[in-house]
């Protein structure tokens, strides 16, 4: 494994960043960002299981895909939560974790809701604005403050 000497190897699976990398002001603004806008996915995630709990309390019909996204999409917060708080202690390998799922995750989200008769549209839209703290964390770990603070090895 390549390093250079802003890395630290700790064993052959997990690469840390210089501390100091991460003590910069605009790095520490960007991870405080990050957190920001992964517990405001998870409200809005608990929010759109309530709705599927109410809407479904009331006699209307909810899928089994309704069901199921709106109970995961929620535990994905809980992951999103744990890879942010690894990258803003260094991690390098949940910086990337964070980086890749946070630009696909929306992508994937939006797409399946499109494709005709999965769900209904105030579902799709609910989902839609669901994910728009992850676009913000997609935006954020491709900004220039944690590109300086997660420099690349190779």
Known sequence: METNANTTTTDANTTTIDPALLDTPAARAAFGGTRTAVKIYGALTAAALLAVVAVASTGHMVNPFMWIRAILLPLIAVLLHRLALSASQGSRRAFERLRGISAVFPVAIVGVDLIP?????????????????????????????????FPKTR
């Open 117 to 149: 008769g999965v769900c209904p549209w105030w579902y799709a839209a609910v989902q839609a604005l669901c994910v728009l703290p992850v676009v913000r964390i997609a935006l954020t770990t491709r900004g220039t403050a944690l590109r300086a603070a």
